[in-house]
């Protein structure tokens, strides 16, 4: 059987290396950590959120975390990744973003309602720089899937930054538009509600739709 | 001067332990770790992403790090906070989700253009347990600033679940709807996509828009 991953959510009292004395007592039970979000730094209180794997129960690492000096609080929640589940990343201009999240929203909005669970997730941005750095980003967020990228003209090194993230296991549509991004982009799509919608349909396991099985790239 | 927050992506070949060593090593150099992600994790190759403001120089951080035996290469990179900034998170039902979103997203368009980060996450779902559960882990995602709660009937729980996240500093704004989410929401909006354009008015640094300066709850 394989082990459930457990939420943690910790409250230490703030001071440099609270992570390094918190996932020494994980690393101690053998704890495998696969995600970990800190959420309030501050001087007099930290509060940090941790997905672990564990070999044995998870009692005794409640308890040897709450054995901390400097642990205030130790809670046990349900996971992110649980509860938001895959992610769909929408960038470029605010006109065409909105209209792709129409279409990613309600076709996400179908297939959760059958048990899956994704989230889509937008950035408007305007620019040739801030574009590409925001698509290498997208490989820095915890649990992206696909990335649509929705513009009227795209190119340079927002390109190549496609290129790169593709080659990182990310799926990228494309908007049908001037400039070089529809050629690196895995799906070229006309209408950004399908944009939204395919999108949604390559990630969900509840669809019947694969890139592989499509005989043509652009819609 | 204030010290500048840097992000590094470490890759490191993986077992348990591999977060103990590489906060161990920025807790040595006094390094404040404000914000960690997990990117990878494969029993071959983890890479791990950091947010740190040090009190000195980066290169003898990257050095040290780079000394451990465990780690294979480090690399300087852009911030999340810097790229994706303040995060607003719009959940409910698909159709009114949709419409929420196609606010924000212009809204947030226009005042990124004017240099603020503003990224607009979205979920569509479905029942009283689940979205409870959506909005008390809203407080456990990474730079959330605003809820926007888009449905018909909402109530139970998921009013209780509004009153907590409040309490830990979150806006949350209601559709006017059915059940008892708009009475514990800080403004209840009846348009949807006036809810999104106001969401983003709220905490957006170049918008002037306060809470405490409106006459009126409802619109």
Do not use: C, W
Not at 151 to 172: C, F, H, K, Y
Not at 198 to 210: E, L, N, P, Q, S
Request: hydrophobic share 45%; net charge negative.
């Amino acid at each position: 059987m394989e082990n459930d991953t457990i939420g943690i959510v910790v409250e230490a009292t703030g001071s440099t290396g609270v992570l390094h004395q918190l996932t020494g007592v994980i690393a101690r039970h053998r704890g495998d950590i696969s995600s970990v979000e800190i959420l309030d730094n501050r001087p007099e209180e930290t509060r940090t959120y941790f997905e672990v794997v564990l070999p044995g129960g998870a009692e005794e690492l409640l308890d040897d975390l709450r054995a901390l000096p400097i642990v205030r609080g130790v809670e046990m929640v349900k996971t992110l990744q649980a509860i938001y589940g895959k992610r769909i990343i929408i960038m470029g201009g605010g006109a065409q973003v909105g209209q792709v999240a129409i279409g990613a929203v309600s076709e996400a909005d179908r297939h959760n309602i059958r048990g899956e669970h994704i989230s889509v997730d937008t950035i408007p941005l305007v620019g040739e720089r801030k574009l590409a750095d925001a698509v290498r980003a997208v490989a820095r967020l915890p649990r992206g899937k696909a990335l649509v990228l929705a513009g009227s003209l795209m190119g340079g090194d927002i390109e190549t930054a496609v290129r790169e993230v593709r080659n990182q296991g990310l799926v990228v549509i494309s908007l049908n538009m001037a400039g070089s991004v529809p050629d690196a982009a895995d799906l070229v799509v006309t209408d950004p509600v399908q944009a939204g919608v395919m999108a949604v349909m390559v990630v969900a396991d509840t669809a019947k739709f694969t890139l592989e099985r499509l005989k043509r790239r652009v819609f």
